[in-house]
């Protein structure tokens, strides 16, 4: 089963809306990452929240993290239709040597 | 995808035929992985290095070897190519324990290889 489950699964938005992508995970965590998709395109590293830390932001996202819920949720603000893409979240679990990524959400901004 | 390569981009094979994919890097990064990406699954763990001649497996080995001669390439090896291999796969290198990284495993993907197993 994935570590890391995001939802919604797609979602679709007009420009300048805000959207929220919510992931959710079963183990002790050192770090959760959300990266970025482009169609066609590897991956691309957006953000990292710490097991200690509650709320990140870079730009127009921000990340939560809540370890007691085991869960994590990115908010991009007033999209663009450049952010239309796909966005994982990622799980740096402890006394593993590599990430466990969830199966994304596809997000579709509509100009 | 700049100082991560894979080779090649496109490839389209025969059911029970060898298959190579490489990943070259230019970073002097200690980890390399190898990822399959499959619709309404993610990615997935294949094997992963964390040195020269240093590698482990991930959750999805079955079928796949890899091997790592040098600090800046990572071959992912399917001995006897199945229709079930057909995906995307994706190298991916972390600077995680390099002198000078901030400890945290922030993985750069390549561009990925698309193969198709017919």
């Known amino acids: 089963s994935q570590q890391g489950e995001e939802d919604p699964q797609a979602l679709s938005i007009q420009e300048g809306e805000n959207a929220t992508m919510n992931c959710s995970y079963k183990?002790?965590?050192?770090?959760l990452q959300w990266y970025r998709q482009n169609s066609g395109r590897g991956l691309v590293h957006l953000i990292l929240?710490?097991?200690?830390?509650r709320e990140k932001h870079s730009g127009r996202l921000r990340v939560t993290l809540d370890t007691s819920k085991k869960s994590s949720s990115l908010l991009i603000t007033a999209s663009r239709a450049a952010d239309t893409a796909s966005y994982f979240c990622?799980?740096?679990?402890?006394?593993?040597?590599?990430?466990?990524f969830g199966s994304g959400t596809r997000l579709q901004v509509q100009p | 995808d700049a100082g991560i390569t894979q080779s090649p981009r496109h490839k389209v094979t025969e059911t029970g035929t060898p298959v190579t994919l490489r990943c070259h890097q230019t970073?002097?990064?200690?980890?390399m992985y190898w990822y399959r990406q499959d619709p309404g699954h993610g990615l997935r763990l294949i094997h992963y290095?964390?040195?020269?001649?240093?590698?482990d497996k991930g959750e999805v080995s079955d079928g796949y070897s890899v091997s790592r001669s040098k600090t800046e390439d990572f071959l992912l090896t399917l001995e006897s190519a199945t229709s079930s291999q057909t995906s995307v796969y994706f190298c991916?290198?972390?600077?995680?324990?390099?002198?000078?990284?901030?400890?945290?495993?922030?993985?750069?993907f390549g561009a990925g290889s698309r193969l198709t197993v017919l």
């Open positions: 991916a290198i972390s600077e995680r324990g390099d002198r000078g990284s901030s400890g945290a495993n922030v993985l750069t």
């Open positions: 183990t002790s965590i050192n770090n």
């Open positions: 929240i710490r097991s200690n830390e």
């Open positions: 990622a799980t740096d679990r402890t006394g593993r040597r590599a990430l466990t």
């Open positions: 970073e002097n990064h200690r980890y």
């Open positions: 290095s964390y040195g020269v001649k240093d590698t």
